[in-house]
């Protein structure tokens, strides 16, 4: 029989409510016996006194509420303790919890997990309850909330089912063809599988979903006094790190995080670059252009005091001119640069609202492109382990596609390959060994 598990579902420290959770067959049976109540109404809320079942000394006033299986959360029965919010209440209720016959503490991520095996939701959606508890910014809640509802996993299985079809109509022909029959059955299939991997690499060649996810990485780089740590301080707001009239401030990376307009931002503050002399400064200008070379976006800040065109990178690029308010002729600059480079380029001050709008401006709307989700319909792909499936995916199509003139036995079992990768998005094929990686995610009582 299955362990009943509890938790603390929600955060921990004072709250005005701290909501216990309970799954499996000895949920209801513990509430009652801890509880003042003979019956607990399905999905009704039901205030109870909670007493020590040992000693009947009282716990707490709580609400009861009661999801019978397999209507729940997890499938299982479950009962939902809402409690008053203090650390000691907490620890009392789960101590005398963790006293009463076939209940134990969930390991994290447990509840979900028992959700999964139960097919409350399946491991896409699983991934974007977390994401979703995880959810800093606009953006990613909305994304996270996307996923969980199931957007990515119906995608998914409109292109697994697409699959099927096609492999049914293949597999059909290899039980039933004699000796001569034309070998046409392939291409039959074949614009539908063309098709097929056109999506999957539409939505492999947008990185917004992962972006979004994990944050955009805007490295911010330039000569020595150019303002870069000027300008960090005042787009996030605070003084953050050290500005300083002596070149050589910024030593080592600092990463900021930043909500823009919704999107995730990773802001680093990088050494200006020179031939430096100290081992230190030599050590943090190496560094930043380690972290250039890994950026999303590369914002090159030149000193408006003594403009040198940058040298840019392949990546998308945003040049920003410092000092508007102490030099002339800057905006002039910045257009002639921006023709010359073909990237966004703008004179502003930190000093001044002098061109600051327009600055940070552009780079929210390069922001906005690297965050943008393709062509639209794609799946929106969040995590590596997805790109892995959908990528193996599309190489069993290509190979499939490739394959003319094999037995169809043999481009066949190409098709349940590709299907097979992309059965491990939402977990219903072959995923114990991917289940520990998606439930590491969550934090106990979730
Ligand atoms: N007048 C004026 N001064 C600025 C502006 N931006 C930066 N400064 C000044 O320039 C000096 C250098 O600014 P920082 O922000 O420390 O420059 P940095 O690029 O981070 O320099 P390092 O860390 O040494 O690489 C400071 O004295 C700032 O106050 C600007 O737009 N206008
Ligand atoms: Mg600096």
Do not use: Y
Not at 201 to 225: D, M
Request: charge should be negative; glycine fraction near 10%; hydrophobic fraction near 45%.
């Amino acid at each position: 029989m299955t362990d009943t598990i509890f938790a603390l579902s929600s955060a921990p420290g004072r709250a005005g409510v701290a909501v216990l959770r309970l799954s499996g067959p000895a949920a209801h049976g513990v509430a009652l016996s801890l509880s003042n109540r003979d019956a607990l109404k399905p999905r009704h809320a039901h205030l109870a006194t909670l007493s020590d079942p040992a000693d009947g000394a009282h716990l707490d006033q709580v609400i009861l509420l009661s999801f019978p299986a397999p209507h729940s959360f997890t499938g299982e029965d479950v009962v939902e303790v809402h409690a008053h919010g203090g650390p000691a209440t907490v620890s009392a209720l789960l101590a005398v919890l963790g006293q009463q016959p076939g209940l134990r503490l969930a390991e994290p991520g447990e509840f979900t997990r028992r959700a999964f095996h139960n097919d409350r939701l399946d491991l896409a959606e699983a991934e974007g309850l977390a994401d979703l508890i995880h959810a800093e910014t606009e953006h990613q809640r909305k994304q996270a909330l996307r996923q969980m509802e199931g957007a990515l996993s119906q995608q998914v299985e409109q292109w697994r089912a697409m699959l099927i079809g096609a492999l049914a109509h293949i597999e059909a022909d290899i039980d039933f063809s004699d000796e001569d029959l034309p070998d046409g059955v392939a291409d039959a299939v074949r614009p539908k599988i063309v098709a097929l991997h056109n999506e999957l690499t539409a939505s492999l060649a947008s990185k917004g979903g992962e972006r979004v996810r994990q944050g955009i990485s805007v490295v911010v780089t330039g000569p020595p006094n150019a303002g870069k740590s000027s300008f960090i301080n005042r787009l996030i707001g605070r003084d953050a790190v050290i500005v300083s009239a002596e070149p050589g401030t910024t030593r080592d990376l600092v990463d900021l995080h930043l909500d823009l307009g919704g999107a995730p931002i990773i802001l680093t503050d990088t050494a200006g670059i020179r031939d430096a002399d100290g081992i230190v400064e030599a050590e943090g200008i190496r560094r930043a252009q380690h972290r250039v070379a890994q950026a999303d976006l590369v914002l090159h800040m030149v000193d408006g005091a003594n403009p040198v065109q940058p040298v840019l990178g392949d990546g998308p690029a945003l040049v920003l001119v410092s000092k508007r308010d102490r030099a002339d002729g800057l905006d002039n600059l910045a257009s002639g640069w921006a023709d010359e480079l073909g990237v966004p380029v703008a004179a502003l001050s930190m000093k001044s609202d002098d061109g600051w709008d327009a600055a940070v401006g552009a780079l929210e709307n390069l922001v906005q492109d690297l965050t943008a989700i393709g062509t639209g319909d794609g799946a929106v792909l969040t995590r590596a382990r997805h790109r892995q499936a959908v990528a193996a995916c599309a190489e069993g199509l290509a190979r499939f596609l490739a394959a003319d003139g094999l037995p169809e036995e043999l481009v066949a079992e190409e098709l349940r390959l590709a299907m097979r990768a992309l059965g491990r998005i939402t977990g219903r094929v072959d995923v114990e060994d991917l289940l520990d990686v998606v439930f590491s995610d969550f934090c106990i009582g979730k």
